[in-house]
């Protein structure tokens, strides 16, 4: 099974979105690290001048001795969230939000208590905050400041979701940059899929415009080119069968007459030549209808206007049917009657050929539908034969192809150009026509058109 990957311009898409991410989630990571860091840096150098400041200040009321001390890291607390703590000899001293020293990590406590000066960012009672430790000089006290960074913290959240936003945005806008830049460098290669499309289509005069782009030139040039001279080819194909058809036509007349009147006494004729003479027949009548089917292709003109009729679809089936010799088929018909606009003699001729099939290829018809839908009228053609292989449900509609019996003479008489008339009928009036397995068995043959207002 053949896996579909994305697109050349999803692709194309997609590798600008990397690369502007890489780009751009790089740029932010080293902005935040130097953001942060020098805001950070910043707190903390402002913290250590501000505790230096007040150890300061709590010396100088330990040395007057004036008995304040309290009221002074009280004084020293002003941020509701920041905390001072002086361990002395009695016990530990607080103010401002209470908080356990012994939330407090050991090690920083070993290093103030050792003399040494020390800051840490720790998280105490669920707050960040700057950890400040300074040695009290007059008598040896320990002095702890806790400066909280509920403000950093929401600047870092705030540079964080910029920096993301920017990123994402980035990322999305390379992507659609991308796409743009794709579609317009393959836009020569989707006008080429589009031209090449409706040749395949039948439209042997499409071309490419002309380009001044020195890349692009070389490659116009050619399919125009190329289309050109495969509408020359199949105009010559399709001159050349009218030619040769319309030259046929006398001879196969003077060969039909002659057939007749060896028809006429058959009862002089013995076994072996009533024989011949059956093949004979056979093979006249045959040729005859294979010649009608070849002037009838080569006669097509693509830019002809054809007669337009309002017909009932429903009635053209039923006049179809009603000429035709032996039992009829079932009909299934709505219940409104199902209009199309187009010309009667090609549609006529449509339903008849996927009679014909039928009778041929099929074992005939067991059911004809006139139905409608999806919005468009539909034909069905129900077979009681052996079906429609699915590597042939295509091929059929092609010209000289008789699916499993190419190749193979009987008495069915087929020409192999009937559902190739049928489809360019369809095609004509624009629809479509194909084949699947009628339930229960057999073919069963759609031709499905655009449905007409009343």
């Known amino acids: 099974m053949r896996i579909v990957g994305p697109s050349l311009r999803w692709r194309v898409a997609m590798a600008f979105g990397l690369v502007s991410l890489v780009l751009t989630g790089a740029l932010a990571t080293v902005t935040w690290n130097l953001a942060s860091g020098y805001m950070l840096r910043q707190r ?29 890291l009280a004084g ?6 920041s905390t001072v703590l002086l361990e002395r000899e009695d016990g530990w001293l607080t103010s401002g939000r209470q908080v356990d020293p012994a939330a407090l990590p050991r090690p920083l406590m070993e290093l103030a208590e050792a003399g040494v ?4 960012r720790v998280v105490v009672d669920g707050v960040l905050v700057i950890a400040v430790t300074l040695p009290v000089a007059t008598d040896g006290s320990t002095y702890v400041e806790l400066f909280p960074l509920p403000e950093l913290d929401r600047t ?36 080429l ?22 890349d692009l030139a070389p490659l116009t040039s050619s399919f125009n080119r190329t289309a050109g001279a495969l509408e020359a080819r199949v105009r010559r194909d399709i001159r050349f069968a009218g030619d ?21 006494r058959r009862d002089e004729l013995g076994g072996t030549s009533r024989q011949a003479l059956d093949l004979l027949t056979g093979e006249v009548d045959r040729f005859q ?43 299934e018909r709505a219940a409104a009657p199902v209009l199309v606009r187009g010309d009667r003699r090609r549609l006529d001729r449509v339903v008849v050929n996927l009679l014909d099939n039928a009778d ?60 190739a008339l049928v489809a360019q009928h369809v095609d004509r009036h624009g629809g479509t026509v194909h084949v699947c397995d009628r339930p229960g068995g057999g073919a069963r043959f759609v031709v499905e058109l655009p449905e007409a207002a009343p």
Do not use: C, K
């Not at 000066?117 to 840490?120: E, G, T």
């Not at 899929?193 to 020195?214: F, I, K, N, W, Y």
């Open 289 to 331: 209808r294979m010649v009608v089917d070849l002037l009838e292709i080569s006669r097509e003109d693509p830019d002809a206007a054809d007669p337009v009729d309002l017909l009932d679809l429903g009635e053209l089936v039923a006049a179809a049917l009603a000429v035709r010799p032996g039992p009829a088929p079932a009909v």
């Open 117 to 120: 000066p020390a800051r840490q």
């Open 156 to 191: 870092f959240r705030f540079l964080s979701a910029v920096l993301i936003a920017g990123v994402a945005t980035s990322a999305v806008l390379a992507v659609t940059l991308g796409s743009w830049l794709g579609r317009r460098a393959l836009r020569p290669l989707t006008e």
């Open 360 to 419: 041929r290829y099929g074992g005939g018809p067991v059911r004809v539908g006139v139905t409608r839908h999806a919005g468009r009228a539909r034909v069905e053609v129900d077979d009681a034969g052996p079906g429609v292989p699915e590597h042939l449900r295509e091929q059929v509609f092609e010209r000289f192809t008789r699916g499993t019996r190419a190749g193979r003479r009987g008495d069915d008489g087929g020409t192999g150009l009937g559902l």
């Open 244 to 264: 040769v058809s319309h030259e046929l036509r006398s001879p196969l007349t003077t060969m039909a007459n002659a057939a007749a009147v060896l028809e006429r």
């Open 76 to 81: 020293l607390t002003t941020d509701s969230g």
């Open 193 to 214: 899929t589009a031209a090449a499309s409706r040749v395949a289509g039948g439209d042997l005069g499409t071309r490419l415009p002309d380009t001044a782009d020195p």
């Open 44 to 72: 903390e150098d402002s913290a250590v001048l501000q505790a230096t400041v007040d150890v300061r200040l709590v010396e100088a009321s330990l040395r007057a001795g004036s008995g304040g001390l309290r009221d002074l």
